[in-house]
């Protein structure tokens, strides 16, 4: 079952819960069922060599007098 962001409509508390696609969340405070899905982006694990950001000295030169540009 995938975990959901929802907001309450009675008493505007948001909250997460694992529910199925058809099934409508409880609200964990007012136990009301009077809630809406929200929009929310997934997220992205991060593993191995790629968990580390771009350092600025990985990144190309960004143009003159770029302060990336060998010395």
Do not use: N, W
């Amino acid at each position: 079952m995938p975990l959901y962001e929802f907001i309450c409509r009675t008493c505007q508390r948001e909250f997460e819960a694992l529910v199925r696609h058809d099934e409508q969340a409880e609200c964990p405070e007012c136990l009301s069922r009077e809630t809406e899905r929200k929009l929310s982006l997934p997220g992205i694990p991060l593993v191995g060599s790629t968990a580390h950001a771009a350092r600025p000295t990985d990144l190309p030169p960004c143009g003159p007098g770029c302060c990336r540009l060998p010395s």
